[in-house]
T-cell receptor
Framework: GAGVSQSPSNKVTEKGKDVELRCDPI?????LYWYRQSLGQGLEFLIY????????KSGLPSDRFSAERTGGSVSTLTIQRTQQEDSAVYLC??????????FGPGTRLTVL | DQQVKQNSPSLSVQEGRISILNCDYT??????FLWYKKYPAEGPTFLIS?????DKNEDGRFTVFLNKSAKHLSLHIVPSQPGDSAVYFC???????????FGPGTRLSVLP
C-alpha cells in the first residue's frame, strides 16, 4: 500500500502482559515517529528514528517502553508489563522530509 | 508545561461561515508549524504548514496565520463545510524535526 500501516488495529491485553505494536512506514521515508493519544488527550511524542542515527527516546514514559527499527524500515514498539494507564491509541508516522508526517491509522491498546 | 496550547477544546460553526482555530506556543526555538486534521478511528492527516519566515500561507479554503512576536498561529477555514468536522491539531518543530510537539487538539463541528 501507499500509506503507513500499523498492526494490529486493536489489541486487548491483561495487565502485566507484554505487547508488540508494528509500524510499516512509507517506502523511502527515512524518519519514523511513534506517538500515543490517550482518551481526551492530544498526541504525545514517544520516540523518533532518523535513518541510521541513534533514536530520540526522550518521550518514552518509562523503561517498560522500547522501540526498534530494523533495516531502516519496519518499527516495533514494545510495552512490557503493561499497565492500565498504557491504554491509548498508538500512532506511527513517517516522513521523507523532516516536517511533513504521514500517519498510520493507529493501534488501539486496551489494558484490562 | 505544554509547549503547544490549543485553549479551545471545541468549536461549533455554521456551514458557510468562517472557522478560526487558535494555537499558542511557548518555545521560541520552534520555527515550523503544521496543522493536522483527524477523523475518528483514523490517523491525523497533514493539512497545511507555515515556516517562521512567513506570516501567512494559503491553500484553497485553508489559511494559516503566524504571529511570531505573540507566539500565536491560527487556522482559518472559509467557507466551512460539514466535512471539515474533525479534531484539528496544531504542531510545532524546530526544523530538525527532533522536537515535534502537538497541541491537545480542537474539535470542530460544522453545522449544516
Amino acid at each position: 500500500g501507499a500509506g503507513v500501516s500499523q498492526s494490529p488495529s486493536n489489541k486487548v491485553t491483561e495487565k502485566g502482559k507484554d505487547v508488540e505494536l508494528r509500524c510499516d512506514p512509507i517506502s523511502g521515508h527515512t524518519a519514523l515517529y511513534w506517538y500515543r493519544q490517550s482518551l481526551g488527550q492530544g498526541l504525545e511524542f514517544l520516540i523518533y528514528f532518523q535513518g541510521n542515527s541513534a533514536p530520540d527516546k526522550s518521550g518514552l514514559p518509562s523503561d517498560r517502553f522500547s522501540a526498534e527499527r530494523t533495516g531502516g524500515s519496519v518499527s516495533t514498539l514494545t510495552i512490557q508489563r503493561t499497565q492500565q494507564e498504557d491504554s491509548a491509541v498508538y500512532l506511527c508516522a513517517s516522513s521523507r522530509y523532516y516536517n511533513e508526517q504521514f500517519f498510520g491509522p493507529g493501534t488501539r491498546l486496551t489494558v484490562l | 508545561d505544554q509547549q503547544v496550547k490549543q485553549n479551545s477544546p471545541s468549536l461549533s460553526v455554521q456551514e458557510g461561515r468562517i472557522s478560526i482555530l487558535n494555537c499558542d506556543y511557548t518555545n521560541s526555538m520552534f520555527d515550523y508549524f503544521l496543522w493536522y486534521k483527524k477523523y475518528p478511528a483514523e490517523g491525523p492527516t497533514f493539512l497545511i504548514s507555515i515556516s517562521s519566515i512567513k506570516d501567512k500561507n494559503e491553500d484553497g479554503r485553508f489559511t494559516v496565520f503566524l504571529n511570531k512576536s505573540a507566539k500565536h498561529l491560527s487556522l482559518h477555514i472559509v467557507p466551512s463545510q460539514p466535512g471539515d468536522s474533525a479534531v484539528y491539531f496544531c504542531a510545532a518543530s524546530d526544523n530538525y524535526g527532533q522536537n515535534f510537539v502537538f497541541g491537545p487538539g480542537t474539535r470542530l463541528s460544522v453545522l449544516p
